[in-house]
């Protein structure tokens, strides 16, 4: 696993992911948001785009599913999460992470409080990036043990950006 210094077309990725997921989805979508490392200007991550799709309806999924099936995604359930569907991007895709989240959202919202907050306090992106790199040096390519290894600096980060745990 790598982390590299921030690069500035992580949005314009992100922008196109977003434009062939939001046209396969149509009406069924209230927004896509970039989350994650990827999405705070400044902060060294994994060269991975994280996208969480909020749905309108959650009774939409089974056909959110589908259309996303064809365009190359695999459904992966919620791993773990409730309130959260994963999806393995298409073989050959821009490497990232699609998880589709009910109206309710509280997923997707701890995201987008984190994302926030780091990007208002870059000396605290700074923070972040040291322990991501030894984390991802140490883990190879272990997303479970690196996403353990910095469980600790999030929930701090959502309890400063205002999350009550």
């Known amino acids: 696993m790598t982390i590299q210094d921030y690069d500035p077309s992580w949005p314009q990725r992100f922008e196109t992911l977003c434009a062939r997921i939001a046209a396969a989805l149509g009406e069924m979508v209230s927004v896509i948001e970039h989350v994650g490392s990827t999405a705070v200007p400044g902060l060294a991550a994994k060269p991975i785009i994280d996208i969480d799709v909020v749905l309108r309806s959650a009774t939409d999924l089974p056909q959110v599913i589908a259309r996303l099936a064809s365009l190359g995604y695999e459904h992966q ?27 309710d959202r509280q997923e997707d919202r701890r995201h987008l409080l984190f994302r926030d907050h780091v990007r208002r306090h870059l000396e605290e992106a700074d923070g972040y990036a040291g322990p991501q790199r030894k984390l991802a040096g140490t883990g190879g390519d272990n997303r479970k043990g690196y996403t353990h290894g910095k469980s600790g600096f999030v929930p701090e980060i959502l309890r400063l950006a205002g999350d009550v745990p």
């Open 77 to 103: 359930g919620n791993l773990g999460i409730p309130g959260r569907e994963a999806f393995r991007m298409p073989p050959r895709d821009w490497p990232h992470h699609l998880y589709v989240c009910p109206p």
